[in-house]
Every structure is written in C-alpha cells, then in structure tokens.
C-alpha cells in the first residue's frame, strides 16, 4: 500500500510569513494526525481528526495555526504568520479507527523559520 | 495529564543486548507503543504492548508493567543500523480521544 505522503519536503520562510503543508493518508483511514517535532524532541500532538471532524486540537496554537480536512481524506496544515520557533519538522500521520493500530507516518515538512 | 520519561542518550557496543526504559503517568491508558526514527526520517511502529508482559518479534522485545507504569524496550544482537532513537508514545482513553502522546526519546549509538 502507499503510504502517507506529505509536501514539501522542506520549506525556508522569513518570520511572518505563511506557510502551507499537504498531507494525504494512506487510503482507508480514518483518523488523520499531525504532530510537530522540534529538533531532539519527540512528536508533539497538534490536531487529531476523525474523517473530516476535530477530535483534538488542545495544543493547535490556533491564533497563528489551522488546519482542515474538508472531505475526510486528505489534509493541509497552515501557519499564518510564522515565528522563529515554528522552525520544525512537521508529521503527517494517519491509522485505521481501531484504539490498537500503530500510527504511519509520513517523511515530514521540514520548516526553518529565519 | 500525562507525563514520559525516557533517558536521552544510551551507548552500546555491535553485538551486545542494549535495555531502554520508559516510565509514564497518565490519566488513562490504552496501549503503549515503541517507535523508532534515524535521523532526518519518519517514526516507524516497532511494538505494541497493552496487556502487561513480554511482546518478542524477531530481536526486538517490549515488556509493559501497567500497575508500575513501566516499559522497556528491549534490543538483542545489536547492529549498526540500530543507532538511532527510539520513542516511547502512550495512547490514552476515550476521555482524551485516544491521543497518542510521544516522550522525547532515547538516541542510541550503536559502536563497532
């Protein structure tokens, strides 16, 4: 099966700029993730959806942040205006509805904010 | 909340059995899985353990102890490709919608 694909795979933006990220899931599944991973960090949970709804989006900083998947497949991630510490690797993730499927992930967006 | 704790760095020799630990307190719990990621790629899925014991596949093992909150990763047979890092993620209940919450990860290097 292909997997989780994502777009760009790095991108370099001036601090205030925007920034837009693409992700499509591996067919078939449901719940669709993106996490935010700083260098030497583990992935940090940003939005959650199920098919086309928010499930979760506590730790979405949503004054700057967005994110939508309008038709429950694929999914863009937007940041609007960026600052120096969004400088990131962004993950695309998808997994079936079951709470006992692992995550896949995608290669990530690379963003440096200068 | 949720808390993951995992040590940041571990050095081990090619050949030999390396242990990473992990501890965690949440809220809920409804599995916890090990991660691993080289540098510059993408998180893949290694284990997954929800009831407590020893998961074995291939020369990876997990062990969870869920009354502790305790786990371990456990690497046999170590080889150079090994080096990378290896995270820890606890999924939670329906009450956090079943979040996926990574710990920092252990970077292991692996040495000739």
């Known amino acids: 099966e292909a997997g989780v694909a994502q777009s760009p795979r790095y991108k370099i933006i001036e601090k205030r700029q925007s920034v837009a990220f693409w992700c499509n899931p591996i067919s078939g599944h449901a719940t669709l993730y993106w996490y935010q991973q700083i260098l030497g960090q583990g992935p940090k949970l940003l939005i959650q959806f199920q098919n086309n709804g928010v499930v979760d989006d506590s730790q979405l900083p949503k004054d700057r942040f967005s994110a939508e998947r309008l038709k429950g497949v694929d999914s863009t991630l937007k940041i609007q205006p960026a600052k120096l510490e969004d400088s990131a690797v962004y993950l695309c993730?998808?997994?079936?509805?079951?709470?006992?499927?692992?995550?896949?992930f995608g290669n990530g967006t690379r963003l440096t904010v200068t | 909340g949720q808390n993951i704790d995992q040590p940041t760095e571990m050095t081990a020799t090619e050949g030999a059995i390396v242990q990473i630990n992990c501890t965690y307190q949440t809220s809920g719990f409804n599995g916890l899985f090990w991660y691993q990621q080289h540098a510059g790629e993408a998180p893949t899925f290694l284990s997954y353990n929800v009831l407590d014991g020893l998961e074995e596949k291939g020369r990876f093992s997990s062990f969870l102890s869920r009354s502790k909150g305790y786990s371990y990763l456990l690497l046999k047979e170590l080889q150079m490709k090994d080096s990378a890092s290896y995270l820890c993620a606890v999924r939670g209940t329906m009450d956090s919608s079943y979040k996926l919450i990574f710990g920092s990860g252990t970077r292991l290097l692996v040495r000739p």
């Open positions: 993730a998808s997994s079936p509805r079951q709470i006992n499927s692992p995550l896949h």
